[in-house]
């Protein structure tokens, strides 16, 4: 059998995802037909039944692709910071990572002191933070490298891991 990369999967993927809605678009154009009134309904190219016959052989090769994909991300790891993690955990972490760089971040453009001015109230108010905006937009900088870095090495993993799983129908 052919191997493709987990990379490489991971695109197929999105290709089958869209060759199913394609599919689907299919079916819904030669499902019905506009005819006269007791004229002859004239021959298709493709079926009703041909579309569904490619559609469910493509989401059967989809369900394969997808639990091989599942598999490596479990059963494949990689080192990041002294430890060895699996890929689907690094996944998981590199979106947390991008989670918490984007909160960092916000806070590291707030103002320290900021004015609140209200129609009804004669006492002036302001709102204090209780951190300081540099610290935390140094910090959404630097989780945010640590995110890209753990990335690249996913992706670089992703080149190295070989999947039984022909493509040659998709790519």
């Known amino acids: 059998m052919t191997k493709i990369t987990l990379a490489e999967a991971v695109k197929l993927k999105s290709v089958m995802s869209k060759r199913i809605h394609e ?13 006269e009134k007791g004229s002859k309904v004239p021959s298709q190219i493709r079926t009703l039944h041909d579309v569904e016959v490619e559609i469910d052989e493509t989401r059967k090769d989809f369900r394969i692709l997808d639990k091989l994909m599942y598999q490596a991300n479990v059963q494949n790891s990689i080192a990041y910071n002294d430890e060895t993690i699996t890929i689907v955990e690094a996944i998981e972490l590199a979106t947390q990572l991008r989670a918490k760089a984007r909160k960092y971040k916000q806070y590291g453009t707030c103002t320290k002191e900021e004015f609140h001015y209200s ?6 108010r302001v709102k204090v933070a209780l951190f ?8 959404g900088i630097e989780t945010e490298k640590q995110a890209n870095r753990l990335s690249n090495l996913i992706n670089a993993k ?3 891991v070989e999947l039984d799983f022909d493509g040659e129908k998709y790519f």
């Not at 300081?132 to 910090?139: A, H, L, M, S, W």
Request: proline share 7%; aromatic share 14%.
């Open 23 to 35: 599919l689907e678009a299919e079916m819904d154009r030669i499902a019905f037909i506009e005819i």
């Open 119 to 124: 129609f009804g109230d004669s006492v002036p």
């Open 132 to 139: 300081e905006p540099e610290d935390y937009r140094i910090k």
């Open 158 to 160: 992703n080149y190295s």
